[in-house]
């Protein structure tokens, strides 16, 4: 029986069972929620609203590049709670 919070693949996933999250490029919504430190409402909420990391819509999965989403982080790198980050 699987936990919850496991991280092995969800039924009806197209991937090897021994691959977990963090060793694939493609992340679908869920890991990439987890990954992101986010909800997985919270990032639905972002695509609804254009501020989501880029994503691929493959029938009706959502996939992000894993790079896409370090590129998307590293504009909201901040240093002070000023700090407005780049315009």
Do not use: C, H
């Amino acid at each position: 029986a699987d936990d919850e919070g496991s991280i092995l693949p969800q039924k009806g996933r197209q991937s090897p069972a021994n691959d977990p999250p963090e060793a694939k490029r493609m992340l679908i919504a869920e890991d990439a929620a987890a990954y992101l430190g986010l909800a997985t409402q919270t990032l639905a909420k972002l695509r609804l609203g254009g501020d989501s990391p880029p994503y691929f819509k493959v029938g009706r999965r959502v996939l992000y590049d894993r790079d896409e989403l370090n590129a998307w982080l590293a504009l909201r790198r901040r240093r002070s709670t000023s700090d407005q980050g780049e315009k």
